[in-house]
């Protein structure tokens, strides 16, 4: 069975550009999350969604946003992008239920000039 | 709040012989534990988890993690580590109750394996 599938895996942007990142969860996940990773720090949680609605929201701005699809599938938009946007941006699914396992995708890693 | 300290961000160590990396944590409620692996250019990889029952956990590659309440700390072991263990190590908890599945994450511990 496929893992979570992210794209794309690496792409450069400039200041001031938007940029949308794709994730398919595992078949059968509805719980679909996001993370950034600053490069030598630990994933920080972003988003939560459930069944196409928003369950958390981590400290980002308003210049981030997430919506899920009917299939679970989920996009990441960051607005306005600034040099520290730059991070590994993590997609992850799990099933219903907390304590259940969260299996992370590869990642895309964005670049940001 | 919950918060996750890896008071070590890298630890040395030579093949064969035993490591323990250290992860304390701080939360208001009840927390469920992780630790995750992320090897060089890839995803995080979940190693092992606490979620009830036996304070001690075990991975299928040899690693181990002990609960301990009183110490808030979930510290991973290992009695005989390999070259390729060499990556980067990241304790994670995870609240009770709520709306939210998600994970609050230390800043990793690099597991460095010499030969």
């Known amino acids: 069975d496929a893992g979570v599938t992210q794209s794309p895996t690496h792409l450069i942007k400039t200041r001031g550009q938007q940029v949308t990142l794709r994730c398919s969860p595992i078949?059968?996940?509805?719980?679909v999350s996001w993370y950034q990773q600053v490069l030598g720090q630990g994933p920080q949680f972003i988003f939560q969604?459930?069944?196409?609605?928003?369950?958390g929201r981590g400290n980002f701005p308003d210049r981030f946003s997430a919506r899920q699809f009917p299939n679970y599938s989920s996009e990441l938009n960051v607005n306005a992008l600034l040099l520290g946007d730059s991070a590994l941006y993590l997609c992850?699914?799990?099933?219903?239920?907390?304590?259940?396992?969260?299996?992370f995708g590869e990642g895309s890693w964005l670049t940001v000039v | 709040a919950q918060s996750v300290t890896q008071l070590d961000s890298q630890v040395p160590v030579f093949e064969e012989a035993p490591v323990e990396l250290r992860c304390n944590y701080s939360?208001?409620?009840?927390?469920?534990l992780f630790w995750y692996v992320q090897y060089p250019n890839q995803g995080l990889q979940l190693l092992l988890k606490y979620l009830s029952g036996s304070t001690l956990v075990e991975s299928i590659n040899g690693f181990e993690a002990e609960f301990n309440k009183s110490q808030t700390s979930f510290h991973l072991r290992k009695p005989s580590v390999h070259i390729s263990d060499t990556a980067e190590y990241f304790c994670?908890?995870?609240?009770?109750?709520?709306?939210?599945?998600?994970?609050?994450f230390g800043t990793g511990t690099l597991l460095a394996v010499q030969p």
């Open positions: 078949s059968g996940h509805k719980s």
């Open positions: 939360s208001s409620v009840s927390v469920y």
């Open positions: 992850a699914s799990s099933e219903t239920g907390q304590g259940n396992t969260i299996y």
């Open positions: 994670a908890v995870s609240p009770y109750g709520g709306a939210t599945n998600k994970l609050i």
């Open positions: 969604y459930y069944e196409k609605e928003e369950r």
